[in-house]
């Protein structure tokens, strides 16, 4: 390079290279950005694409054998079943949350909704007892007038609900979008596969098909330890609360389902449920019904360490660390994307640490 600046000629040469690769540099560098700018909104559907390819892929194949090796016919009737999958249990928690609201409305527009006067003892709690106690029997007397009073603060919480509610829908059309797209993702699996491959052992000759069999091992443990778990969770407890008629069966249904996915587990619901069942049935109903519920909070201990850990060579703890800090940061999609991050830092690591002791002590001798 010096020889050539020191040429005839030689540094006016040098100029204009650099300048055609710096603006051919800027060129790529804004195609990047402007093609990130544009799929950012898709981003969470070809994650939830990807990972439902992985996660039903030897399914898949086995299907594929069924139907002769039509492979198209194949990821048809694996989007249509995931289709009726999804579809089937929104509608049935949209059901569960619009009854209830109907039936409060058709009360406070009837005025037959009974507000029981409050407990004598809730003045003695400490600072806060005293305006409960005071605003609870307004409402046990004069509802409408109760509500007067926090409809200032109503207001907001009502939006918020709206916009949970705008959320929920759309986030349902994705996760609709991404079932048909991992369709097509089954149908050309063999062909990705290649390509990635080959993108692997580019990025690392040595490591890179390992690290890519990593990734894919990552995908399906959390779909089995955390997605699967808190899915059979949630239909358990579903099941039971419908059949004992507890109110909002379908929304604490879900309730359970994102608890258990965010690692918080569904103490909170079951606790509840156990309450209630207490208070309003009878003893052999309710103890049916605290049965199924603390069933179904110990599954989470008894049941998803073990899937987690099957098949996996990754520590537990990276996994759970992986699982919680992708949902904080990425939310439900960055429930698979943190741990196949983490795994495949940490594999690397420890593989390139080995080579590096290897040479290390091949020198030496």
């Not at 898949?60 to 579809?87: C, D, N, P, Q, S």
């Not at 007067?148 to 609709?176: C, D, E, H, W």
């Not at 509840?272 to 207490?278: C, D, L, R, T, Y």
Request: hydrophobic share 55%; net charge neutral; glycine share 10%.
């Amino acid at each position: 390079m010096s020889n050539d600046i020191n040429a005839p000629g030689g540094e006016r040469r040098f100029t204009t290279r650099y300048i055609e690769l710096s603006i051919r540099l800027l060129l790529i560098g804004s195609l990047f950005y402007w093609t990130y700018i544009i799929i950012e909104p898709f981003a969470a559907m070809f994650v939830w694409s990807v990972v439902m390819a992985v996660a039903f892929y030897p399914s898949f194949e086995r299907l594929v054998t069924l139907l002769g090796g039509r492979r198209a016919v194949a990821a048809i009737v694996m989007i249509i079943a995931g289709l009726l999958l999804v579809l089937g249990p929104a509608t049935w928690v949209a059901v569960g949350v619009v009854q209830p609201i109907e039936e409060l409305v058709k009360n406070l527009e009837a005025g037959s909704l009974v507000i029981p006067p409050p407990l004598e003892t809730l003045k003695e709690w400490p600072v806060i007892g005293q305006p409960i106690y005071d605003f609870w029997a307004l409402a046990s007397t004069n509802l409408s007038g109760a509500l007067a009073q926090i409809s200032p603060q109503l207001k907001p919480v009502g939006q918020y609900v709206l916009g949970m509610a705008r959320n929920a829908g759309a986030g349902t059309l994705q996760f609709l979008v991404s079932i048909a797209l991992a369709g097509y993702v089954l149908a050309v699996a063999p062909q990705l596969l290649i390509a990635l491959r080959g993108v692997a052992r580019r990025v690392d000759a040595t490591h890179g098909r390992r690290i890519l069999d990593l990734a894919g091992a990552t995908i399906n443990a959390v779909s089995r330890g955390v997605m699967g778990v808190s899915l059979l969770q949630s239909v358990i407890a579903g099941l039971g609360m419908t059949v004992a008629g507890v109110p909002g069966a379908g929304l604490l249904a879900i309730a359970i389902l994102v608890l258990g996915i965010v690692q918080i587990g569904p103490m909170l619901v079951v606790a509840g449920v156990v309450f209630w069942a207490w208070t309003h049935m009878t003893t052999i109903p309710a103890i049916a019904l605290t049965l199924c519920m603390l069933s179904t909070n110990y599954i989470d201990g008894a049941v998803k360490p073990f899937l987690l850990a099957h098949g996996l060579s990754t520590p537990m703890p990276v996994i759970f660390i992986g699982v919680i800090g992708g949902v904080i940061v990425h939310g439900f999609a960055g429930l698979f994307v943190g741990p196949v991050v983490l795994a495949v830092v940490w594999e690397l690591g420890r593989a390139w640490i080995s080579d590096t002791l290897d040479d290390t002590a091949e020198d030496e001798i």
